[in-house]
Nanobody, 125 residues
Framework: QVQLVESGGGFVQAGESLRLSCAAS????????MGWFRQAPDKEREFVAA????????YHAASVQGRFTISRDNAKSTGYLQMNSLRPEDTAVYYC??????????????????WGQGTQVTVSS
């Protein structure tokens, strides 16, 4: 099993950047793919980005493609989400998650076994 803790959220203005971190505890972090999801009030939790265990492949939702970049540093057991050109519609609680699955399953929250507590990102206009 793995425990995940997100950090790096905050208040920013539109056009600014944030980098979220996801620190993992436990062994063999590299065997897990990692994903980022977000949930705004009164909305379903949605996929943002995912990356395979050794970082060979990454996926980004169309809504963030070109603005957000997922990455990981397995030596530090930490995943990241670099968020540039933030927009008010990016406002949400952001969650990191881990799964032993791969491929298209990384785009669906149903396949993730481990979740962080979430970190709030608020973007003002």
């Amino acid at each position: 099993q793995v425990q995940l803790v997100e950090s790096g959220g905050g208040f920013v203005q539109a056009g600014e950047s944030l980098r979220l971190s996801c620190a993992a505890s436990g062994r063999m972090f590299a065997k897990y793919a990692m994903g980022w999801f977000r949930q705004a009030p009164d909305k379903e939790r949605e996929f943002v980005a995912a990356i395979t265990g050794v970082g060979g492949q990454s996926y980004h939702a169309a809504s963030v493609q070109g603005r957000f970049t997922i990455s990981r540093d397995n030596a530090k057991s930490t995943g990241y989400l670099q968020m540039n050109s933030l927009r008010p519609e990016d406002t949400a609680v952001y969650y990191c998650a881990a799964t032993s699955e791969g491929g298209s399953r990384l785009l669906s929250l149903r396949w993730y076994d481990y979740w962080g507590q979430g970190t709030q990102v608020t973007v003002s206009s």
